[in-house]
């Protein structure tokens, strides 16, 4: 099942700016993580953050996650071209797994 | 319109033996892809179907599994000869097509657990 909320639902940008995509979710969750899609490819995850934790980095990504707000954000620093992709934010509930609408990047060279 | 369905919801295997999970995607979807979750980590991508066709099986192990999406029926991702690491979640989602699609709609998933 589909549920949590991300926006922007599209972001452009040039490359080397930031991009910061948000999710909001609406129970309480074991974890949060994130996700990548490229065009016609199946889901690569990127990230895990627990929900006792309150940000988390990896490479240029960085996550953070505000449980009091129900609300998690991307930061991918430095963007490229290559970053060009749908994002989705998924969340474990019990070991129920439920996925945002995603957030689609478009990095201009 | 019935979402994905994934059978059975929960497995349980002894070591050695096989193990069938069935998906059958959204009506109007011919696109299918397999994910494993172990506890406590994300989604990992194992194979992505087309009707009779496999289009990337990159995440797919060289040994004892396989999958399958027939022209009529679900897909079945077929485990030979399970083992304990074999234990995980496995979902399937399925979409109308490639290009921008921005969901997948995900099954509930399959819990396997190999005694």
């Known amino acids: 099942s589909q549920q949590g909320e991300e926006d922007p639902q599209a972001l452009s940008i040039q490359e080397g700016e930031n991009a910061t995509m948000n999710c909001s979710y609406k129970?309480?969750?074991?974890?949060l993580q994130w996700y990548r899609q490229n065009s016609g490819r199946g889901l690569v995850h990127l990230i895990l953050?627990?929900?006792?934790?309150r940000e988390k980095h990896s490479g240029r990504l960085r996550v953070t996650l505000d449980t009091s707000k129900k609300s998690s954000s991307l930061l991918i620093t430095a963007s490229r071209a290559a970053d060009t992709a749908s994002y989705f934010c998924?969340?474990?509930?019990?070991?129920?797994?439920?996925f945002g609408a995603g957030t689609r990047l478009t990095v201009k060279p | 319109n019935a979402g994905v369905m994934q059978n059975p919801r929960h497995l349980v295997r002894r070591r050695g033996q096989e193990a069938r999970l069935r998906c059958s995607p959204m009506?109007?979807?011919?696109?299918v892809y397999w994910y494993r979750q172990l506890p406590e980590e994300g989604l990992k991508f194992m194979v992505y179907?087309?009707?009779?066709?496999?289009?990337?099986e990159s995440g797919m192990p060289k040994e004892r599994f396989s999958a399958e999406f027939p022209k009529e029926g679900p897909s079945i991702l077929r485990i030979q000869q399970v083992v304990r690491g074999d234990s995980a979640a496995y979902f399937c989602?399925?979409?109308?097509?490639?290009?921008?699609?921005?969901?997948?709609?995900f099954g509930p998933g399959t819990r396997l657990t190999v005694l």
């Open positions: 998924a969340t474990d509930v019990s070991n129920d797994m439920r």
């Open positions: 129970t309480s969750i074991n974890n």
């Open positions: 179907l087309q009707k009779e066709n496999i289009i990337d």
């Open positions: 009506k109007g979807h011919s696109h």
């Open positions: 989602a399925s979409s109308p097509s490639t290009g921008w699609t921005n969901e997948q709609f």
């Open positions: 953050i627990r929900s006792n934790e």
